[in-house]
């Protein structure tokens, strides 16, 4: 069995259990999966029951599809991600997003936790993705290109939809929550980056850094969906407070910063035009 069949049988497994298809797909960063209980008339499948789907191993993170409905809109959340620093390939952390695509999803939302580079931000921000920097040369689209999927050599110019981020702004405004906008870059992990790496990376342009989003855009780009990335931003980044960093410090502001993340997506999604 090739790649594209295996992804094939996965969707066709989740297709299976679902009565009406999801429309928007979500995947949920570190301590934000929670608004996966909100969705009503909620089908959960988890990870393990579908088939050539990778497993979730880090804390926090559930490791299961809900599929339901939130402010009217359909949707699949990916409840917990598959990280690069888990060691898995590329290629397979990008398998939900290529499911999702075969089950008809042209519309994706990411979020995730993220360090703050620019100084503007603090804890609890949430911010608006409108690029990424991937320094790392591997790429979840190395090797034979499937073209069913898209072209070889696919455009990332707006890989973070202009359309998705206005609707944001918009969502924003009216549950009276403010929003940051920046450039996120992606590192490998699983360490937090040196104070050095920090200082590089805002040199370069990044305003938020973490370990997870950039594989996952890129596919979803060369599989021609729109994207609205958010990040939450939980700590600031290496070396800017004298404090050292931890898993639990990213938790614990995820957490805080929930009910203010769930009331943005829920207006989000009400606001959502579906594409197909
Ligand atoms: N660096 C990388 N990933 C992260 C961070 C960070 O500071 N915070 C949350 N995820």
């Not at 699983?190 to 594989?215: Q, Y």
């Not at 700590?235 to 800017?240: D, E, K, L, S, T």
Request: aromatic share 6%.
């Amino acid at each position: 069995m090739n790649e594209r069949e295996k992804l094939q049988e996965a969707a066709s497994y989740i297709q299976q259990q679902l009565g009406d298809l999801p429309q928007v797909g979500m995947i949920l960063g570190s301590g934000l999966g929670s608004l996966a209980e909100e969705a009503e008339d909620p089908v959960v499948i988890p990870y393990k029951d579908i088939p050539h789907f990778p497993v979730s191993t880090v804390e926090g993170h559930a490791g299961q599809l809900v599929c339901g409905r939130i402010s009217g809109k359909q949707v699949l959340i990916l409840q917990g991600r598959f990280h690069y620093y888990e060691g898995y390939s590329m290629q397979e952390v990008v398998i939900p997003v290529r499911v999702m695509r075969l089950l008809g999803i042209r519309d994706l939302l990411i979020t995730n936790a993220a360090g703050g580079i620019s100084l503007d931000f603090s804890p609890g921000d949430l911010m608006v993705i409108t690029d990424h920097i991937k320094l790392s040369d591997s790429s979840p689209l190395r090797g034979p290109n499937v073209s069913e999927f898209g072209l070889r050599f696919n455009d990332l110019t707006q890989a973070y939809s202009r359309d998705l981020q206005h609707m944001a702004d918009q969502a924003a405004e009216t549950t009276g929550t403010s929003l940051q906008h920046g450039v996120y870059a992606f590192m490998g992990g699983p360490s937090f980056e040196t104070p050095a790496e920090i200082r590089m990376l805002r040199v370069l342009g990044a305003d938020a850094v973490g370990m997870s989003t950039a594989p996952e855009v890129i596919t979803a780009a060369h599989a021609g969906m729109r994207v609205l990335g958010i990040s939450c931003i939980t700590n600031m980044a290496a070396g800017i407070l004298p404090e050292p960093l931890n898993h639990e410090e990213v938790m614990e502001t995820g957490r805080m910063a929930r009910e203010k993340f769930s009331s943005l997506i829920r207006e989000l999604l009400a606001r959502w035009e579906i594409t197909v």
